[in-house]
């Protein structure tokens, strides 16, 4: 026995909410409710009432099931209905056959009745009722028990997301609309004079699968499979949407050849449905209407911007290594739009990386133009940190670096940076006039609040002091102030014996030696505990959310250790008490003020079953935990071959354990 489940897209992610989407299931959930949850009998005809009609047919050969209770039955079951009727044996002698006829036919009048008066009846499509009828809108979002309802839900949450991310709410709404319009008409062709009550979204989901099929073709569809034979086999693999989409639309072709429309199945909806949606989704790749109409309105109307669908095939040649089919496609996409920010930024990526310095800060330098002018400073901040050490700082110019800066200058911004955004102060200093010294002075208080090497604070203050005078002599007051904070500092060195080194300009200095722990656990003050979960994971950056909702995205390599330990939780009574796993994420060995920043997540926040479905939990850690430590270069605590062996340490309490790796208890968060 084979079971195979689409359980979603690797590495999706949406730039906007689905609400269409999620309409649409809420729509169906709410119709299941009120056609098929609440109602005592929701198709109006039971099992029992149709058995009694059988039997009152096959109560003498010469009586006939009329033509509307007929179609009650399917095929097979008219085909058996007529050979059990041929075998009867010859009636006895003195039965009143019309007055027999005559009862069977106000009893199935009667059925008839009760199942033309059901909600579900009146609101499904009906062939035989013609192309005036409700059902050509409400059939599509009505369904025939739990797994009818969950199964169509679980293949649209799969394809209709990113439809609607890529197509924007009212194109998109549109399309499901007449994909279900364009699926019931080809299940209505193949008998307009049919009884049988169609409902249910596949035929509207197929239509999304045959677009998905086209548009998503190179995406891997994460399927869920378990084989049992003797032993149970389970899992997921990848398939490409392309692969996963046919499979499915060549099944329902190969059932409709063999079997006919016969199976209780609206076959032909599936394959009307789906094949309306390929073509639609060719005629937008074919006429490019997505990337010069679709995409530039939804980025008017949100006040944003949204990729361009050649980004994905550009993005696709970059990954495979043909660097030269990628640069051709991101220049095409900036030769018609010459403001699109993504399209900048990889092609200056690029072009920093081949050395071509010039160009490639030049086409950085727009893109970080445009986005500071965004309404939120997240993309910003994206683009920042995708760029690494490739960013090229001293070749802003002081204006743009100035306007940068105060991008990335902002609470809730990530903590790196700070960093970045001290030495983007620093190039907006190389300017004249006050904005130069204001660049200069913030660079400072940065530099000072980090407690890093703080002769560098000297030396911005060095560089603004002589250019305090006209228009920016009212700032030379904070200048002195901060020089004596410097200077304050200085002398708290010194009392430690350490002096403060004014001419050096070297990132990591003997003062850092005075300001950080030596090691791990040696700080003397109490380390901040913030509880947080995971929301997303790369290998480049993590989402975290504290307690109170705070979310927060981190660089890996913010990261500088991950500390594990095992804690015992309670049972159930009379039995041993289960051990649960802790993680640790030291983000700062703190300084002379301020303990270690550690965040710290449960077992429950790390996301194992959603990240690593199909595997144990044991497994499932170790993978996740290795794929953390090679990313981040963190240290792991306590070393990283007892961690890669899986023998975490064991604490009796939460205490204990923050005793241990960071020699105090802990502060409150």
Not at 208 to 233: E, S
Not at 344 to 350: A, E, P, Q, T, W
Request: aromatic share 8%; glycine share 10%; with cysteine.
């Amino acid at each position: 026995m084979v079971f195979l489940l689409p359980l979603g897209v690797e590495g999706a992610t949406l730039d906007r909410r689905p609400w269409v989407s999620v309409s649409i299931a809420a729509l169906c959930a709410v119709a299941f409710f009120i056609t098929w949850v609440v109602p005592t009998n929701p198709g109006g005809v039971g099992e029992g009432e149709v058995r009694e009609l059988l039997q009152e047919t096959l109560a003498h050969p010469d009586l006939e099931l009329p033509p509307g209770c007929n179609s009650l039955l399917s095929e097979h079951g008219q085909a058996l209905l007529a050979r059990l009727k041929e075998e009867m044996e010859a009636p006895a002698r003195g039965v009143d056959v019309n007055a027999l006829q005559a009862r069977l036919d106000a009893h199935c009048e009667s059925v008839l009745e009760a199942r033309d008066s059901g909600l579900l009846y009146r609101l499904g499509l009906v062939p035989a009722r013609g192309p005036l009828q409700w059902g050509w809108l409400t059939y599509m979002f009505l369904h025939l028990g739990w797994m009818h309802l969950l199964g169509n839900l679980l293949f649209f949450y799969v394809v209709g997301l990113l439809l609607e991310d890529a197509w924007g709410r009212p194109l998109f709404a549109a399309f499901y609309g007449v994909g279900g319009l364009v699926a019931g008409i080809a299940h209505f062709a193949l008998d307009t004079q049919s009884q049988t009550l169609m409902v249910g979204a596949s035929g509207a989901v197929a239509a999304c699968m045959g677009a998905f099929c086209l548009r998503f073709a190179t995406r891997k569809v994460r399927v869920g499979y378990l084989f049992w034979l003797l032993k149970i086999w389970r899992g997921t693999f990848g398939v490409p949407g392309w692969l996963w989409a046919g499979l499915w639309f060549g099944n329902q072709v190969l059932d409709f050849v063999v079997l006919g429309n016969n199976t209780g199945v609206a076959v032909m909806a599936h394959i009307g449905g789906f094949a309306f949606g390929f073509v639609a989704a060719s005629a937008l790749r074919v006429t490019r209407l997505e990337e010069r109409f679709v995409a530039p309105a939804i980025a008017a109307r949100e006040g944003g911007w949204v990729a361009d669908p050649r980004m994905l095939e550009a993005q696709t040649a970059l990954d495979g290594g043909d660097r030269e089919k990628a640069r051709a496609t991101f220049q095409r996409i900036l030769a018609d739009h010459p403001d699109n920010t993504e399209a900048l930024l990889s092609l200056g990526r690029m072009e920093l990386e081949d050395g071509r310095v010039p160009s490639g800060s030049a086409r950085v330098e727009k893109a970080l133009q445009l986005l500071v002018g965004h309404d939120v400073p997240e993309p910003l901040w994206h683009a920042v940190d995708q760029l690494g050490e490739l960013f090229p700082v001293d070749r802003l110019r002081p204006g743009v670096a100035w306007r940068v800066a105060q991008g990335m200058d902002q609470e809730g911004a990530p903590s790196n940076s700070v960093e970045m955004a001290e030495s983007l102060y620093a190039a907006a200093g190389k300017g004249t006039g006050a904005m130069a010294v204001r660049a200069l002075i913030r660079a400072a208080e940065l530099r000072l609040a980090r407690r890093d090497a703080p002769e560098k604070a000297v030396e911005y203050l060095t560089r603004a002091k002589p250019m305090a005078t006209g228009d920016a002599a009212a700032l030379a007051e904070r200048i002195g102030q901060l020089e004596v904070e410097v200077a304050r500092m200085d002398a708290r060195m010194k009392d430690r014996g350490i002096a403060l080194d004014t001419e050096s300009s070297a990132p990591r200095t003997r003062a850092v030696a005075a300001l950080a722990p030596e090691s791990p656990g040696g700080s003397t003050l109490p380390p901040r505990i913030i509880p947080c979960r995971i929301l997303g994971l790369s290998d480049k950056a993590l989402m975290v959310e504290s307690q109170g909702g705070q979310r927060r995205s981190l660089s890996v390599t913010e990261v500088m250790a991950v500390a594990v330990g095992m804690l015992p939780i309670a049972g159930p009574e009379g039995a041993a008490p289960r051990q649960t796993v802790l993680t640790d994420l030291v983000v700062s060995w703190g300084d002379l003020e301020r303990g270690p920043t550690v965040l710290r997540i449960p077992a429950a926040g790390l996301g194992l079953p959603e990240r690593y479905p199909g595997l144990a939990p044991r497994e499932a850690y170790a993978r996740f935990l290795a794929a953390l430590l090679e990313h981040s270069s963190a240290n792991a605590l306590p070393d990283a071959p007892t961690l890669a062996e899986g023998r975490y340490p064991r604490f009796a309490t939460e205490s204990e354990l923050t005793a241990h790796y960071y020699g105090q208890v802990a502060a409150a968060a």
